[in-house]
């Protein structure tokens, strides 16, 4: 049905997508769940159509569509693989547009074409095994030795960190006491300093989550994103955005549940009659689609605001972002009991999307760091905002 915050192009791009998950990625979802398989080669097809970084522009390898249009392609990848959309909002969002802000005109050339294109897999190496929602107390030091910088530290559950061939990593460039006002980013190459470790996930499995050890790294000024120690707000910027692309994983995989359930209940019978003709399931399933356009509603209005520079949509990209994840928990929940022994079963998509859902709470900052930011909002009003 149509909807008012997309438009035309907004919904071709969704039949896209659905139609390349639904010959690529059905075929290896459940392999990638079960052997934690990282699919290389289909992010490089992700790449190729454009839906791995949506939101670079034609000249970096990109389609350049807007922030609403980025949300679209997430939310559909999520529906069939909520571990490709969760890997597909984190590169978008969080590396691509950082590069695009605060980038300089060789680090645009050199690396987003590569990233793009799925030559290159990028990470985002932020939190630490000391500081999650506390990202002003990181501990990675990068010390400014003759003209090089050398970096130290360690970085935790970091998305397709086991495959990276770069790192934005986050690292401090003052004395502790000074926080958020000492953090710089910089682009880290894979190199002999990095060391790897997998970890195993509960769910989001096949993203090569990994802690990351940098022993001496070597970079230059050159590689430094933006200017030394604004790194903070670099990642405050591309969080919020990172809000929406999550939130759009969180409608994709609750879409997901509602197909499998929906069609469940079409074909089971008990008691001598199709579960669809039941009224608790007809009002679970009732419950399950208002939650789900609740959701639409509220990341597409915040992907609306940004892409008219209006700064509300820092509210409602938190707003988004702690509704989507409960009601995905919440809905996954519900899909598993309505398929009851099948859902509890590996061969169901809901049993999947149960265990991936849960990190939505966590993620780009967790429900409590959302309640914050609305709680903050609400008593001195909207922070200062890039557009």
């Avoid at 290896?28 to 289909?42: Q, S």
């Amino acid at each position: 049905m149509p909807d008012p915050l997309l438009t035309e192009e907004h919904q071709l791009i969704r039949g896209s997508v659905r139609e390349f998950a639904e010959r690529y990625i059905v075929p290896v979802a459940r392999r990638m769940d079960l052997e934690d398989y990282y699919p290389r080669d289909l992010i490089k097809d992700l790449g190729k159509q454009g839906f791995l970084t949506p939101s670079a522009p034609p000249e970096y390898g990109g389609p350049g569509i807007d922030l609403r249009g980025s949300a679209v392609v997430v939310e559909e990848l999520s529906r069939y693989s909520p571990t490709l959309g969760f890997i597909t909002e984190i590169v978008n969002d969080n590396i691509v547009y950082a590069l695009l802000r605060y980038g300089n005109n060789r680090q645009r050339e050199e690396i987003l074409p590569k990233v793009a294109s799925g030559e290159w897999v990028a990470s985002y190496a932020l939190t630490e095994p000391c500081c999650g929602s506390d990202a002003a107390a990181i501990e990675t030091r990068a010390e400014k030795r003759g003209g090089e910088w050398i970096i130290n530290g360690r970085k935790i559950w970091i998305t397709q960190g086991a495959y990276a061939d770069i790192y934005l990593l986050f690292a401090r460039t003052g004395p502790r006491e000074a926080r958020h006002r000492a953090i710089t980013a910089f682009l880290v190459r894979r190199n002999d300093c990095v060391e790897v470790s997998r970890l195993e996930m509960m769910g989001m499995r096949g993203a090569g989550e990994a802690e990351i050890k940098f022993n001496d790294c070597v970079v230059s000024d050159d590689d430094v994103l933006g200017n030394v120690n604004e790194g903070f707000r670099i990642a405050m910027v591309t969080l919020d955005l990172a809000r929406i692309g999550i939130s759009a994983v969180a409608l994709g995989l609750s879409q997901g549940v509602l197909d499998e359930a929906l069609e469940w209940a079409k074909t089971r019978t008990a008691f001598g009659k199709p579960l669809i003709d039941w009224e608790w399931i007809q009002f679970q399933l009732a419950d399950i689609k208002a939650r789900l356009e609740i959701g639409r509603t509220v990341t597409y209005k915040a992907a609306w605001l940004y892409d008219n520079k209006d700064p509300s949509f820092v509210l409602y990209a938190s707003i988004a972002k702690l509704y989507t994840a409960q009601m995905a928990v919440d809905i996954a929940r519900d899909g598993v009991q309505i398929l009851g022994g099948f859902g509890y079963s590996k061969e169901s998509f809901s049993e999947r999307a149960y265990r991936d859902a849960k990190v939505l709470e966590i993620a780009e900052g967790t429900n409590e760091i959302q309640k914050m930011v609305i709680h903050k909002i609400l008593m001195r009003g909207l922070p200062e905002v890039e557009l």
